[in-house]
């Protein structure tokens, strides 16, 4: 019997890892003012967060209303995770520096515009999009690459060379654009997430110039205060042009 049980318990515990490992790991800082104020700090974008277009130079703090440790040029902000009212009102933006030790560093996002990402391709377009029908999807199929879009119309996507036969039934929502085509949103694909172009999966759709704000901007750079002599000293948190910010739809430009 007490074997059984063992068996038994065993069992549950591997049920409950494998729903563990399909969902995304939350990560919490060991943080004084997080640990404080957790139940005032939300994580409304999940691990993703959102980036900010920084129109001047930004002051970098320890906490909301706390030391300042450096600053962040004008450009792009890194991906703010979490996020902070304080008594006045005043909206503040938590983000990791991954520079050895996990530091948590807040940012005023007051003033600021969110980089054009799903969410406010989504926010735009929500009235447009719609819950796809049971198996609407499912006998979609292709035998090479598939690409999957951070959002119609933009210009990053993923290129799956490898993925499971049945991938159109891991579309949930459905955005039909003004040609008339379907994209697809999907939650969760191996790891990934983003619109499937239903209408030919396997087409790396063009689009036209991005010229939205900070299309052209690269991402920010940090500069740490030192904590004795004040010394600022440049430290690069990215080189990597942004190309978070999308186009419309009317500038794409299909294949003939």
């Known amino acids: 019997m007490k074997k059984f049980l063992f068996t038994a318990a065993a069992v549950l515990m591997c049920a409950g890892m494998g729903t563990a490992v399909g969902a995304d790991v939350i990560y919490e800082p060991v943080d004084s003012f997080f640990d404080s104020n957790y139940n005032d700090i939300t994580r409304p974008y999940g691990n993703d967060g959102r980036k900010y277009t920084l129109t001047a130079e930004t002051k970098v703090f320890d906490d909301p209303n706390g030391n300042q440790t450096g600053k962040l040029s004008a ?17 503040w933006g938590g983000y990791y520096d991954f ?56 210009s990053e996507y993923i290129a799956m060379e490898k993925h499971p036969d049945d991938f159109g039934s891991y579309v949930s929502s459905v955005y039909t654009d003004e040609f008339g085509d379907k994209w697809g949103y999907v939650n969760y694909i191996w790891g990934n997430k983003g619109w499937f172009y239903l209408t030919d999966p396997s087409d790396p759709v063009t689009f036209g110039e991005d010229v939205s704000a900070g299309a052209m901007m690269s991402e920010s750079v940090f500069e740490e205060t030192r ?3 004040g010394i600022l000293a440049p430290v690069l948190l990215a080189l990597a042009a942004a190309g978070g910010s999308g186009v419309m739809i009317g500038c794409m430009k299909k294949k003939e």
């Open 227 to 229: 904590s004795k002599d």
């Open 99 to 154: 520079k050895g030790e996990d530091t948590l560093l807040w940012i005023s996002l007051d003033g600021l515009e969110p980089v054009y990402d799903n969410f406010s391709f989504t926010e735009e377009h929500k009235d447009e999009i719609v819950a796809v029908k049971s198996g609407e999807f499912d006998s979609l199929r292709e035998d090479g690459t598939i690409y999957l879009w951070k959002y119609p119309g933009s």
């Open 75 to 91: 450009g792009i902000s890194p991906s703010i995770q979490l996020y902070y009212t304080d008594k006045n009102g005043a909206e």
